[in-house]
């Protein structure tokens, strides 16, 4: 019986494998190359069961297929990896195609629910355009004097521990210090983590990334009841309740902060004739973000829930203070790593000061460190803070070389390999902020995506890291840590290293 069972199992496998190579898809698929997948699982054993490992995997194929746009098969799902610029633009300035890829929205919506980085439709654009204003470019000037307040704490604690000797953790700092300056911007709390630096969410915040790409890469989790068995479950939704209860946190300070500014305002205008909503509405453009949410009504006159504002605060809270902290720690490093480029910073730097060396920066001196932001976006490009952004097809998508990705597969921005791509950088191998000062192609570098699902607090990040890195080089010489600290980076969801950035500072002298 058993015999008989076996080779039936074996004639569906045969058949299925003559239907597959006869289907449209396949024929359009083939169009890429990639290594043939095996029956069932595909090419997911070539990704391997370290998750750590499979963007090293991943970028190994590229180059085993010529450092151009490939295929690969993960189970039943068909996914294109690309790297040409020209390709990019095709996918991500696409007015329609605009669903994130189902693996990576599995993985994060444990965390983050249906908030707009996993949204599609009517709830990510209500969504969206509620936050756009609190990151539009005319509160920059407002969002820089927020972070150089905070900076005044970071740079206290720098000089603490700098005066101790040894080498700096840059993330056990920086985390806090954005954290921070999120929620005083943002969200209009004052929350100072950076007092608290072994605070309950910067702990479990720490273990998002990982729990993240374990998801994205261990396709056994997938099967729920035997996920729900494991260890790594419970301490996923331990780690799930600490930040999701920061932010319902947050969002009763906010609320408090908010009756009190409405009973303020009756007070004031007992004698006035006043529409309280009206005048809220009038407001609603210089509000911060989280009092649009708690403020802000649906077509039918209810109010937002709080499940929904908690996904989104949680996921802007998370997101947020994350991926900027990676990139202004990456960004040390390499200054750091490479002294005469840090010597070029900080020349740009007294360019710009003069004998004001200790200013606080304001937005239109931002605008001319030039060559500062080179280097960050030469630090983004040798360590990419994203590794690849996905969107899942609903129709075919046609290339402009004429090639069609079929509906329903996934198209991976590989920026990884983008970055390494000789084609596209010259001499990708060589750390060179001078790159940026050349033509490229538009899409060559686009870090925080582009088209209409692109980073809305792209402006944001960059006033913050621009700002924070200025304090501090103009503050320090920094150096490699000891030896046996060198970052050890993994490349996740996000690229993150995972003992840290060690630095050294040493305060200037002028």
Known sequence: MFFVLLLLAAALL?????????????????????????????????????????????????????????????????????????????????????????????????????????????????????????????????????????????????????????????????RPYMFDILCSSVMGVEYNLLNDLDHPYLKASAKVVNMITQNYFSYWRNIKLLFMLSPFYKEMMDTISTIRSTSKDIIAQRKRKLTQIIEDTKNNNKNVDVDLEEMIESKVDDMCMLDKFLLSKFLNGEPFPEDMINEEITLVCWTGHYTTTLTM??????????????????????????????????????????????????????????????????????????????????VLVFYEAIYQDPKTFVEPEKYNPDRFFSPMHNHAFVPFSAGPRNCIGFRYAWSVMKTTISNIVRRYELSLGEPGTEPQFAYRILTESKNGVHLKLRKREY
């Open 14 to 174: 045969c058949v299925h494998e003559v239907v597959r190579r006869r289907s449209r898809t396949w024929k359009l698929l083939k169009q890429y190359p990639g290594d043939y997948p095996l029956p069932i699982v595909g090419n997911g054993l070539q990704l391997g069961f370290d998750a750590d490992e499979a963007s090293y995997k991943v970028m190994a194929l590229w180059k085993k297929h010529g450092m151009n746009n490939f295929r690969m098969t993960v189970g039943h799902e068909e996914w294109v990896f690309i790297s040409n610029p020209d390709d990019v633009a095709t996918i991500l300035n696409h007015p329609t195609e605009l669903g994130k890829q189902i693996e990576r929205n599995t993985a994060f919506k444990p965390f983050f629910g249906n908030s707009v980085s996993t949204s599609e439709g009517e709830r990510w654009k209500t969504t969206r355009k509620m936050m756009a204003p609190s990151f539009h470019f005319k509160t920059l000037e407002k969002r820089v004097e927020h972070v150089n307040k905070h900076c005044d704490l970071l740079i206290e604690l720098l000089d603490a521990q700098s005066a101790r000797g040894g080498d700096i953790n840059m993330y056990r700092y920086l």
């Open 329 to 410: 720690a990456h960004t040390l490093y390499c200054l750091a790593k490479y002294p005469e480029v840090q010597k070029r910073v900080l020349e740009e730097q007294k360019s710009i000061y003069q004998k004001d060396l200790f200013k606080k920066p304001a937005n239109h001196e931002l605008t001319e460190m030039k060559y500062l932001e080179a280097v960050i976006k030469e630090s983004i490009r040798v360590i990419p803070t994203v590794t690849k952004i996905g969107r899942q097809l609903k129709n075919d998508l046609k290339f402009k070389d004429g090639r069609v990705v079929p509906a329903d597969t996934t």
